[in-house]
């Protein structure tokens, strides 16, 4: 099965930044449609962003518009999140995800995303 390669989670103070990177592992033509979610400790998963395969539009949960931007490399097949104004609430296990475009319905609760990254540990401390 694939799975996302994840990378860019740690440890951080308050107002610092952070950002996480994902990637479509070995060469494909498939166009992904790739965003990012969390989970904190007793929580459910949260929707974060999700950006269209070229990158070109984007979509932000209320909780981090303005402090977290979404973004992909030329080869469309690595994604970042760049995490600013990082604040205690912040604290999760961050997940990437992608789908083929061409079947991505733009739902935003996770299931309709069908490859996942092992998940990073961001800690945002007071």
């Known amino acids: 099965q694939v799975r996302l390669v994840e990378s860019g989670g740690g440890m951080v103070q308050a107002g610092d930044s952070l950002r996480l990177s994902c990637s479509v592992p070995?060469?494909?033509?498939?166009?992904?449609?790739m965003g990012w979610f969390r989970q904190a400790p007793g929580k459910e998963r949260e929707f974060i962003t999700v950006?269209?395969?070229?990158?070109?539009?984007?979509w932000y949960a209320n909780s981090v518009k303005g402090r977290f931007t979404i973004s992909k490399d030329e080869t469309e097949i690595t994604a970042y999140l760049q995490m600013n104004s990082l604040k205690p609430e912040d604290t999760a296990v961050y997940y990437c995800?992608?789908?083929?475009?061409?079947?991505?319905?733009?739902?935003?609760?996770?299931?309709?995303?069908?490859?996942w990254g092992q998940g990073t540990q961001v800690t945002v401390s007071s």
């Open positions: 995800a992608a789908t083929d475009e061409l079947n991505y319905s733009g739902d935003f609760s996770g299931a309709g995303f069908d490859i």
């Open positions: 070995g060469r494909t033509t498939i166009r992904y449609a």
């Open positions: 950006t269209s395969w070229n990158g070109r539009q984007t």
